[in-house]
T-cell receptor
């Protein structure tokens, strides 16, 4: 199957700092990118959906000014967690979609101290 | 009522057993159905992908879709300890992608 990479795979940061997570589709063009968050032992929770070149659509309860999503190209989407707090500590996963197929990135574990 | 319902488990079976994992859904607009496997601290990986009602087989895995009943299943034959993971069903229509909550499977040697 197609490959989606995520970087970094694990990040630890201090409260108040911003963290950028990159998601790249390596061998296909992701027209749509979904960003999910997963807390321990819980299911995936959709944060936002972005189409290449358009503004992201955020799910209810997700602050768009806190979680900045950029999908500037068909192979790269970024999620920036601004002014991170300990409650933002979670596993963030991107899902790239092209046509009827979609592939997850390996995930980024964010720990905010 | 959630759009996609999936029993969270855990489901514990002995090695070699046949495992049946299921999801029900309420939105008849869903057209594409997927099963993902997620190991602890890893991203989900796609196992099976189906469009139409019926069965699709891939090795030890069989995905079954019954659109009339809004019910999908994943069967694992000759289950192995390495199959121990959380299995997520997912389905989408248009730009709407919805996941089940996942079923945790434990295969004991």
């Amino acid at each position: 199957g197609a490959v989606v990479s995520q970087h970094p795979s694990w990040v630890i940061c201090k409260s108040g700092t911003s963290v950028k997570i990159e998601c790249r589709s390596l061998d296909f063009q992701a027209t749509t990118m979904f960003w999910y968050r997963q807390f321990p032992k819980q299911s995936l929770m959709l944060m936002a959906t972005s189409n290449e070149g358009s503004k992201a659509t955020y799910e209810q309860g997700v602050e768009k000014d806190k979680f900045l999503i950029n999908h500037a190209s068909l192979t790269l989407s970024t999620l920036t967690v601004t002014s991170a707090h300990p409650e933002d500590s979670s596993f963030y996963i991107c899902l790239g979609r092209a046509g009827n197929e979609q592939f997850f990135g390996p995930g980024t574990r964010l720990t905010v101290l | 009522q959630k759009e996609v319902e999936q029993d969270p488990g855990p489901l514990s079976v002995p090695e070699g057993a046949i495992v049946s994992l299921n999801c029900t859904y309420s939105n008849s607009a869903f057209q594409y159905f997927m099963w993902y496997r997620q190991y602890s601290r890893k991203g989900p990986e796609l196992l099976m992908y189906t469009y139409s009602s019926g069965n699709k087989e891939d090795g030890r895995f069989t995905a079954q879709v019954d659109k009339s009943s809004k019910y999908i299943s994943l069967f694992i034959r000759d289950s192995q300890p390495s199959d121990s993971a959380t299995y997520l069903c997912a389905m989408f229509a248009g730009n709407m992608l919805t996941f089940g909550g996942g079923t945790r499977l434990m295969v004991k040697p």
